[in-house]
């Protein structure tokens, strides 16, 4: 089974819960870029306003999703909502996508963020979880076994080899 992990990172946390999961999963990595600044304290601030409001934004990312078997989603929650950037992949996206899993990471208040990610993609989700920072480790590693776990379980009731 082919494996693409995807995130957005604006602080670094996500990308690191996504390089853990690229690892366990032997899966391939992009990284989703948005084109509009989010540095600095205005930054934030419009991230967390464009967030609530659902609004997108103009993304770049390499890797066609169409051409794996399952998709790993991942994006920081800001407000308790999905980041504009991920909102937009999943939106041009969601035709391409079979499989998907996704998880958010945050301090404490995670939202509506998943259930939103879900709604978005419009397909069969395998997995979804939401990392504290605090437990960025341990979380990111339960989170891609239980992606094993899940799609071993597949396999077995689908008679053919998944990983």
Request: charged share 35%; net charge positive.
């Amino acid at each position: 089974m082919k494996i693409l992990v995807v995130y957005y990172t604006r602080s670094g946390h996500t990308k690191k819960v996504a390089e853990i999961i690229k690892d366990i999963l032997k899966a391939d990595i992009d990284e989703v870029m948005d084109r509009k600044p989010r540095k600095g304290i205005f930054g934030f601030l419009k991230a967390g306003y464009e967030a609530t409001v659902g609004k997108t934004t103009d993304i770049i990312f390499k890797k066609d999703p169409s051409e794996y078997d399952l998709v790993v989603v991942g994006t920081p929650i800001w407000n308790g909502r999905v980041t504009p950037a991920i909102r937009t992949y999943l939106l041009k996206n969601r035709e391409k996508i079979k499989k998907v899993a996704f998880f958010a990471t945050c301090i404490k208040r995670y939202g509506v963020c998943l259930d939103q990610m879900q709604e978005l993609s419009g397909c069969e989700v395998v997995a979804k979880k939401v990392i504290f920072r605090k437990m960025i480790e341990k979380d990111a590693k339960d989170f891609a076994e239980e992606i094993k776990k899940t799609l071993l379980n597949q396999e077995g009731e689908h008679g053919h080899q998944i990983i």
